[in-house]
């Protein structure tokens, strides 16, 4: 699986759009971008996934570049309770056998946001 | 709906006893997963159960700990005889069919070995 590069972390303030970098150069066709986050003290939150277009739901934004060497997760308007580590991996699909489902985390970005 | 659920949330041990951790996943999803995290560490991966099938179990440590699952739902991990570096929050997850499919992981049961 390609690797992650994400800042260790960043400051937001309330009600302001957060916008989440990573980068993923080694990224090869078969593979999805998936953001997790992780608030203190609880289990790891699906936020969104993507393999080369745009995508969008009820929590974030997710952009991809066209050469999927990077993207970048939009939180609208942060709240306090956006307050979390934010993890962007790559997973693989489409591929039979392997272990693709075994999810490892790398050290992601803790995303503060300020009242 | 009901997402992943978990119990007990907290449980303290001593040393050499054996604890239970349960997991029910969301209803519907054939896949679910064990993991543990240490305090300030990553996700490790402990077992993949497919419906009731086990079919990846590389990830337990060691023969103290076991896990089953039965009527394809809800699932079980058992460590025998606890030792102190068992101590992490073990999570569970759960996906619609497997594979790569998006897991969906529960609050986490946390254990401390005394």
């Known amino acids: 699986d390609a690797k992650t590069t994400q800042p260790p972390s960043m400051d937001c303030a309330e009600g302001r759009a957060a916008n989440l970098p990573c980068n993923h150069s080694?990224?090869?066709?078969?593979?999805?971008v998936y953001w997790y986050r992780q608030i203190h003290s609880q289990g790891p939150q699906y936020i969104i996934h993507?393999?080369?277009n745009n995508e969008t739901n009820e929590m974030a934004s997710l952009i991809i570049t066209e050469d999927r060497k990077s993207s970048t997760l939009i939180l609208p308007h942060a709240t306090l309770r956006d307050t979390a580590v934010y993890y962007c991996?790559?997973?693989?699909?489409?591929?039979?056998?392997?272990?693709?489902?075994?999810?490892?985390f790398g050290k992601g970005t803790l995303l503060t946001v300020n009242p | 709906g009901a997402g992943v659920s978990q119990s007990p949330s907290n449980k303290v041990t001593e040393k050499g006893k054996d604890v239970e951790l349960r997991c029910d996943p969301i209803?519907?999803?054939?896949?679910l997963y064990w993991y543990r995290q240490r305090l300030g560490q990553g996700l490790e991966f402990l077992i993949y159960?497919?419906?009731?099938?086990?079919?990846?179990k590389s990830g337990l440590p060691s023969d103290r700990f076991s896990a089953e699952r039965t009527g394809g739902s809800v699932s079980t991990l058992t460590i025998q005889r606890t030792q102190q570096e068992d101590s992490a929050v073990y999570l569970c997850?759960?996906?619609?069919?497997?594979?790569?499919?998006?897991?969906?992981f529960g609050p986490g049961t946390r254990l401390t070995v005394l």
């Open positions: 997850a759960s996906s619609l069919s497997g594979g790569a499919d998006t897991q969906y």
């Open positions: 080694t990224i090869s066709g078969n593979e999805y």
């Open positions: 993507g393999l080369k």
């Open positions: 991996i790559v997973i693989v699909w489409g591929v039979s056998g392997g272990s693709n489902y075994k999810l490892t």
């Open positions: 209803s519907g999803h054939t896949a």
């Open positions: 159960f497919q419906g009731n099938s086990a079919p990846d």
